[in-house]
């Protein structure tokens, strides 16, 4: 195994079911909260945030960075997980300058569709018809 091999246990998409921070019942306000973690084009959805995620092995679990939005603001941070005996994952979401937050969550298959890219900050801005 390469050192940038995500372990197969901590391999696949994952289900956010709960955090310490955050409403848990806003966890899916634009889909289900989801974290997948290959090692290759990674993505995170919680909340009103959308985000590209960067995992890497760590001794104990798995620890990633990531870049997104939430809601149309640029924002970025850092996070790490680790397997419970259950199979659940516990971690920490890290906002840069912002919130933290613990989350648990559950084994769960590919999203039927794509997660969006995170939105642009110009976006907010433009008008819709």
Do not use: H
Request: with cysteine; hydrophobic share 30%; glycine share 8%.
């Amino acid at each position: 195994m390469a050192d940038s091999d995500i372990p197969q246990e901590y391999y696949g998409w994952w289900r956010i079911v709960e955090t310490s921070q955050w409403c848990d019942d806003e966890l899916d306000i634009i889909g289900p909260a989801l974290i997948s973690i290959t090692g290759n084009c990674d993505r995170l959805r919680m909340c009103a945030l959308l985000a590209y995620v960067n995992c890497r092995p760590t001794k104990t679990g798995v620890s990633f960075t990531w870049e997104g939005a939430w809601e149309y603001d640029p924002c970025t941070g850092s996070g790490n997980v680790k397997l419970r005996k259950d199979g659940c994952l516990t971690g920490k979401i890290k906002i840069k300058d912002g919130d933290e937050s613990t989350f648990i969550a559950q084994r769960t298959s590919e999203p039927v569709g794509p997660i969006p890219d995170p939105p642009d900050y110009r976006d907010k801005w433009r008008r819709r018809w």
